[in-house]
């Protein structure tokens, strides 16, 4: 999601919302996409507690690993030496 839709379903300016995404909300632009400079405490500790349930199911099923399914966002584009 771009700044620019952001500030337009919002009714707000694109340098407001340039403003509380980068400076209150300490997010930076990385790949074209904003993304958490740095993680604040209660997400570091979501990460742990997230991990810490993770461990337990595993050590109670020694299958449960196999099925975790993981994805990211992929870009995949076709290019033509011809063109």
């Known amino acids: 999601m771009t ?3 952001i500030a ?3 009714n707000m300016s694109v340098g407001s919302v ?3 995404m980068t400076e ?6 990385i790949c074209a ?8 405490t209660e997400q570091k500790e979501h ?3 997230s991990s810490k349930d993770l461990i337990a199911a595993a050590d109670e099923d ?4 196999k099925t975790i399914v993981t994805g990211d966002e992929s870009w995949c ?7």
């Not at 996409?33 to 604040?40: E, G, K």
Request: charged share 30%; glycine share 0%; no cysteine.
């Open 24 to 29: 209150d909300l300490k997010k930076k632009k």
């Open 8 to 10: 337009e379903s919002l």
């Open 77 to 83: 584009l076709e290019y033509d030496p011809e063109t």
């Open 33 to 40: 996409r904003f993304m958490p400079h740095t993680l604040t």
């Open 47 to 49: 990460r742990i507690a």
């Open 62 to 65: 020694p299958n449960f690993l």
């Open 18 to 20: 340039f403003t509380i």
């Open 3 to 5: 700044i620019e839709i």
